[in-house]
């Protein structure tokens, strides 16, 4: 039986697990407002910009309608909540070839990402595409090889990681 201390020393550590796992919500949550934030007011200045051309009028000094150029990377690759998905693909993935002792389909990643992060699978427009997109960004960084098309195993990357922290 758990001493008293011990007791006290798991609740606590849970109850931080639960606050660190809400802020981290309430974190990606964040992230997601301020990129919509960042693209509507791109749009609306762009909007803006050629509304003026067709009705001339004077903006006081303090609008500023400048834009930053548009970068010519895909969405994926400028949002930060895809760094997220990447890494917790990573762990569904390592977690999985664990269980079962085998390479797992795009299926078995999606489904398993699905139990373990639901609010996140919840929060992507396409989940099963953002995931098969993230499970080959891995394959091609080297975190993941593929045996056979569609399956996938923990890469050289992590198991080289692994070896040098002792884990």
Same mark, same amino acid.
């Given at each position: 039986?758990?001493?008293?201390?011990?007791? &006290?020393?798991?609740?606590?550590?849970?109850?931080?697990?639960?606050?660190?796992?809400? +802020?981290?919500?309430?974190?990606?949550?964040?992230?997601?407002?301020?990129?919509?934030?960042?693209? &509507?007011?791109? %749009?609306?200045?762009?909007?803006?910009?050629?509304?003026?051309?067709?009705?001339?009028?004077?903006?006081?000094?303090?609008?500023? %309608?400048?834009?930053?150029?548009?970068?010519?990377?895909?969405?994926? &690759?400028?949002?930060?909540?895809?760094?997220?998905?990447?890494?917790?693909?990573?762990?569904?993935?390592?977690?999985?070839?664990?269980?079962?002792?085998?390479?797992?389909?795009?299926?078995?990643?999606?489904?398993?990402?699905?139990?373990?992060?639901?609010?996140?699978?919840?929060?992507? !427009?396409?989940?099963?595409?953002?995931?098969?997109?993230?499970?080959?960004?891995? !394959?091609?960084?080297?975190?993941? +090889?593929?045996?056979?098309?569609?399956?996938? %195993?923990?890469?050289?990357?992590?198991?080289?990681?692994?070896?040098?922290?002792?884990?």
């Amino acid at each position: 039986m758990l001493g008293k201390s011990e007791g &006290e020393a798991l609740t606590i550590e849970r109850d931080l697990r639960k606050m660190f796992e809400n +802020v981290q919500k309430e974190y990606d949550m964040k992230c997601r407002e301020c990129e919509i934030l960042k693209q &509507e007011n791109f %749009l609306l200045k762009k909007s803006v910009r050629e509304a003026l051309h067709f009705m001339p009028i004077e903006l006081p000094e303090t609008i500023d %309608l400048t834009v930053p150029e548009e970068e010519k990377q895909a969405w994926a &690759e400028r949002s930060e909540r895809f760094g997220v998905v990447r890494a917790k693909v990573l762990e569904v993935v390592l977690w999985l070839n664990k269980k079962e002792g085998r390479a797992v389909s795009y299926d078995e990643v999606i489904h398993a990402f699905k139990s373990r992060y639901s609010n996140l699978y919840s929060n992507l !427009r396409n989940p099963a595409d953002t995931i098969s997109r993230r499970v080959r960004e891995c !394959r091609d960084e080297g975190y993941l +090889v593929s045996p056979s098309e569609g399956y996938f %195993l923990v890469g050289h990357k992590i198991v080289d990681r692994k070896v040098q922290s002792g884990t």
